[in-house]
């Protein structure tokens, strides 16, 4: 269990229900940068499951999610800590620093 595509109907289970930390991956498929991020993010989800949950949300699909945190660019990361945004980025990042991230949601 790599990725999680998170929905509206799974956002408060896998999300704010979430006993682990959680980082959002907000994307399109048209995105340029969501595309040079995904394979990172993925590598990340890869490197700590079990410490960590990582989920991709499609912002053309899921517009209610994306409004409810102010995503007006792509890609975007938001950290979940106990069912609450903590820390976020915007843009396409490089592993250390979304990483960095990760470590400062600790």
């Known amino acids: ?3 999680l595509t998170i929905t509206r109907e799974n956002f408060e ?13 907000f994307w399109a498929d048209w ?3 969501c595309r040079m991020v995904a394979p990172i993010v ?3 989800a890869q490197e ?10 499609n912002v053309d699909e899921e517009t ?7 995503v007006s660019s792509i890609p975007t990361l938001i950290v979940f ?3 609450k945004a903590t820390k976020g980025m915007v843009g396409a ?3 250390e620093e979304i990483e960095q991230l990760l470590l400062d949601a600790e």
């Open 31 to 33: 995105c340029g940068p």
């Open 48 to 57: 700590r499951e079990g410490s960590w949950k990582v989920g991709k949300v």
């Open 1 to 3: 269990m790599a990725e």
């Open 42 to 44: 993925a590598a990340i």
């Open 81 to 83: 800590r106990n069912g």
């Open 93 to 95: 990042r490089g592993k």
């Open 13 to 25: 289970t896998e999300v704010l229900k979430s006993e682990k930390p959680v980082l959002l991956d």
């Open 64 to 70: 209610e999610l994306s409004a409810l945190f102010q």
